[in-house]
């Protein structure tokens, strides 16, 4: 039985033997039997990789922080993740440079403090009562990188290429074009498409790329 750990672009946490390339942190949000209990302990939502100087975890440890698995990082940042600055700090630092000049009006309401960063973060990417937050916008203005849902639908839609993949826990189906013109609802927070806008490009699964040509 997989445990609940894997983290899909809504930024639900389910049960699903795969585990992508990324680990993620928001915290300890497990009990003693390793069930989760809450969606998040935190503000700061990281991205982390898998392998970092040879440290070794036992999943859902009492007390330590859930340990969250993603596809990828474009799955990671439509759930509302950001990359580690320990594990991952040439990513922290592009990405962050990147929001800051992205986002001036946010940037001068953060100061360019992390802390701050993470809190503007966190009101894009859940509504008080902990529901996902979305906002619609044409698909032709949306860079590489965005996960968006068709209208009436909830099935995640990686935006690669000029094209669309349907997410899966174990990867991207093959592309198909839309409408440029069509309206989709964004899961990718504002500012971070604002950021992927300006030159961040994340790491997609395999999949996508394969599956482009």
């Not at 349907?166 to 069509?182: H, K, V």
């Amino acid at each position: 039985m997989p445990l609940q750990n894997r983290v899909n672009p809504w930024g639900a946490i389910i049960a699903t033997p795969e585990r992508g390339l990324f680990m993620g942190n928001r915290g300890c949000l497990h009990d003693g039997q390793r069930r989760v209990t809450k969606a998040w302990a935190r503000s700061p939502w990281v991205t982390c990789l898998l392998e970092f100087k040879d440290r070794h975890r036992a999943v859902m440890s009492p007390g330590q922080y859930t340990e969250l698995f993603f596809l990828d990082e474009a799955t990671a940042l439509a759930a509302g993740h950001r990359p580690c600055a320990t594990c991952r700090r040439a990513d922290y630092d592009a990405f962050k440079s990147l929001w800051l000049k992205a986002n001036p009006e946010l940037a001068v309401r953060s100061e360019g403090k992390t802390t701050e960063i993470d809190k503007l973060l966190h009101a894009e990417r859940v509504y008080v009562r902990k529901n996902k937050r979305t906002w619609s916008a044409r698909l032709g203005d949306l860079p590489d990188g965005s996960m968006v849902v068709l209208l009436g639908s909830r099935e995640p839609l990686l935006v690669w290429g000029g094209q669309v993949h349907a997410w899966t826990p174990g990867g991207y189906t093959a592309a198909r074009s839309l409408d440029p013109d069509a309206e989709v609802q964004v899961l990718t927070p504002p500012s971070v498409v604002k950021t992927l806008a300006h030159g961040y490009r994340p790491l997609v699964h395999p999949s996508a790329e394969v599956r482009s040509g």
